[in-house]
């Protein structure tokens, strides 16, 4: 058989020995909370200035998911852009042109993904082209993080 004792203390301190309550600020006034929101406003207004050109200004989509793009749309004509520019080297094709944007989707990250449906034509013939675009938020240059080629 066995016992359990329970032991409780109790200690008496003075007002000194308990560390003061922290502070609470006072409510925001109305003239600071305009201030912040014109230092936010700002903010979103330095958007760079060729983000229209890759469409961050018209992202809505769900960070994560894919979301079907017009391929006409600007951005997925600079995403295919630079697809063509690299593939021209990934390919060793210096004659490669794009002759059609088949299929667009853009993803949301730390900026925006491209996944493009490409026919191309070049050195060797027509191929249609899958390949992923990257477009970092900032100044560095767009790049293609993936490519598959289908004859």
């Keep these: 058989m066995s016992s359990f004792i329970l032991l409780t203390a109790t200690f008496a301190c003075k007002s000194s020995d308990v ?7 006072a409510a925001k006034t109305d003239e600071a909370k305009t201030e912040e929101a014109k230092i936010e406003e700002a903010k979103t207004d330095a958007a760079q200035p ?10 809505k989509e769900v960070p994560g998911g894919w979301t079907d793009k017009q391929i006409d749309a600007e ?3 600079a995403a295919a852009e ?5 593939l021209r080297g990934a390919l060793d094709d210096s ?3 794009l002759v059609s944007i ?3 989707q853009s993803q949301v990250v730390a900026g925006l993904n491209y996944r493009l449906v490409l026919d ?3 050195k060797g013939g027509p191929r249609t082209v899958a390949a992923t675009i990257y477009r970092p938020v900032g ?3 767009p790049k293609m993080t993936t490519h598959r080629v289908r004859e």
Excluded at 19 to 25: H, K, L, N
Excluded at 50 to 59: F, P
């Design 19 to 25: 560390a003061p309550e922290p502070s609470v600020p």
């Design 50 to 59: 060729d983000d229209a050109r890759w469409g961050l200004e018209e992202a």
């Design 75 to 77: 951005g997925v004509v």
């Design 82 to 86: 630079v697809a063509i520019r690299e």
């Design 95 to 97: 004659e490669l042109r």
């Design 102 to 104: 088949r299929a667009a």
């Design 120 to 122: 191309v034509t070049g």
């Design 139 to 141: 100044e560095a240059a």
